[in-house]
């Protein structure tokens, strides 16, 4: 089964380093979200690019977080400075024109800042 | 804006039974439904979609239906297991034109609980 790959699955850092998360979508996908869950907020949607071009961000708090699609194979989540509240699972997603068959999710990167 | 609910928000029954989840919409013009698994610390395992042309999908002992005039959706599975022990959430895209289009919006979800 294809699949999107997220790396690293875990990642403990300190308070005011930089953090990058990637994803690898399934090929062929032109659909790429990035979602960030907690247990208060459950899913919030940070990301949404479509044939990599940003689409909308209006989640995702601007002054320290960037969302890029460099190729059609990389997604990339950075966090800089990361803080304590930024804790959470992250999951990338990828479909086919908008969905129009489902989307696929990763397995997360479970980010820990201290 | 789409809204998507979903009840119960937490179910615990007896290994056997069979049981209902629903979810419902606000805006019914969708082009799809996708009902999706979550295992604790565990990323999302997708379980069915459904076309907004169809009424219903079955996968297994799952089956969903799709009632988009009435913003409804349920999920039903037969003869339930411990192993079905999960949260389970639906999710429909954003039709609206501009660059939303295809932003998935989901529901709450419902924890499952199956004993033994």
């Known amino acids: 089964d294809a699949r999107v790959t997220q790396t690293p699955r875990h990642k403990v850092t300190e308070m005011g380093q930089e953090v990058t998360m990637r994803c690898q979508p399934i090929?062929?996908?032109?659909?790429v979200f990035w979602y960030r869950q907690t247990m208060m907020q459950g899913l919030e949607l940070l990301a949404y690019f479509r044939n990599r071009a940003p689409l909308d961000d209006s989640g995702m708090p601007k002054d320290r977080f960037s969302a890029e699609m460099p190729d059609a194979t990389l997604a990339t989540l950075k966090i800089q400075p990361s803080e304590p509240r930024d804790s959470a699972v992250y999951f990338c997603?990828?479909?086919?024109?908008?969905?129009?068959?489902?989307?696929?999710f990763g397995s997360g990167t479970r980010l820990t800042v201290v | 804006k789409q809204e998507v609910t979903q009840i119960p928000a937490a179910l615990s029954v007896p290994e056997g039974e069979n049981l209902v989840l629903n979810c419902s919409f606000t805006?019914?013009?969708?082009?799809?439904l996708q009902w999706f698994r979550q295992d604790p610390g565990k990323g999302l395992t997708s379980l069915l979609l459904?076309?907004?042309?169809?009424r219903e999908q079955t996968s297994g002992r799952l089956n969903a239906s799709l009632d988009k005039s009435s913003g409804r959706s349920t999920l039903y599975i037969a003869a339930s297991q411990p192993g079905d022990s999960a949260t389970y959430l639906c999710a429909v895209p954003f039709i609206a034109g501009g660059t939303s289009y295809g932003k998935l919006t989901f529901g709450q979800g419902t924890i499952l609980t199956v004993h033994p």
């Open positions: 459904i076309q907004s042309s169809q």
């Open positions: 090929l062929g996908h032109n659909t």
């Open positions: 805006d019914s013009a969708i082009y799809n």
């Open positions: 997603a990828s479909g086919f024109v908008a969905g129009i068959y489902g989307y696929t």
